[in-house]
């Protein structure tokens, strides 16, 4: 089945400074990519989606970038503050079917 | 447009006693998941309907846990006899129909096991 692994496990960065958390997957038949981030006791928040037909997409201070090729995907904070101060992770959901397999997780730190 | 909402949002249980989770999804989304998120790792699916149909349980625990979707709105996730290895958070998501569409999560039920 898919396998997803995430990196890094943990990041810190400055207030103001760019975070980049890097999903990698194994299945080229992955079709729908995800990005979520949870708050300390919280449920999953999404933050963006796009399908494999998708290279690149930017909204509110995020950046998703897909390379297929490498079976690569990417999500970019630019200018974090410490409201983005969370768990991030990366989901994928292959071409059949709509199960969604999780990355291990991003701990992000934003110090202000 | 209300969220996905789950109850309880917490239960501690001893070992071999029974407890059942609970989830309204949004209105008009078809497909309901289950997932399973232990401390400090992502979620892990558990179950998932179309429907009232289970589209997947492949990996649920089928000797102890059970799941339903009867009317294929709300659902029930039960465990039977609990161990300490199911202490986890456990996540609802439902999804609207549509190849663009991305699952969106319940605020969780977070389960101790003694």
């Known amino acids: 089945g898919e396998q997803v692994e995430q990196r890094p496990p943990h990041l810190s960065v400055r207030e103001g400074d760019s975070a980049i958390i890097i999903c990698t997957y194994t299945d080229s038949a992955t079709a729908y990519f995800s990005w979520y981030k949870q708050e300390a006791g919280a449920g999953l928040q999404l933050l963006m989606s796009v399908l494999s037909n998708v290279d690149r997409k930017e909204e509110q201070g995020l950046t998703v970038l897909l390379n297929k090729k490498d079976k690569r995907l990417s999500l970019n904070l630019t200018a974090a503050h410490p409201g983005d101060s969370a768990v991030y992770f990366c989901?994928?959901?292959?071409?059949?079917?709509?199960?969604?397999?999780f990355g291990t997780g991003t701990s992000l730190l934003v110090d202000p | 447009e209300a969220g996905v909402t789950q109850s309880p949002r917490y239960a501690v249980l001893q070992e071999g006693q029974a407890v059942s989770f609970w989830c309204d999804p949004i209105s008009g989304h078809d497909t309901l998941y289950w997932y399973q998120q232990p401390r400090d790792q992502g979620p892990q699916l558990l179950v998932y309907f179309r429907d009232e149909a289970v589209i997947d349980n492949s990996q649920l625990p089928s000797d102890r846990f059970s799941a339903v979707r009867p009317k294929g709105t709300n659902s029930t996730l039960k465990i039977q006899s609990a161990k300490q290895g199911d202490t986890a958070t456990y996540l609802c998501?439902?999804?609207?129909?549509?190849?663009?569409?991305?699952?969106?999560f319940g605020e969780g039920t977070r389960l101790s096991v003694l």
């Open positions: 998501a439902s999804r609207r129909q549509g190849r663009d569409q991305a699952p969106l």
């Open positions: 989901a994928v959901r292959g071409n059949m079917g709509y199960k969604l397999t």
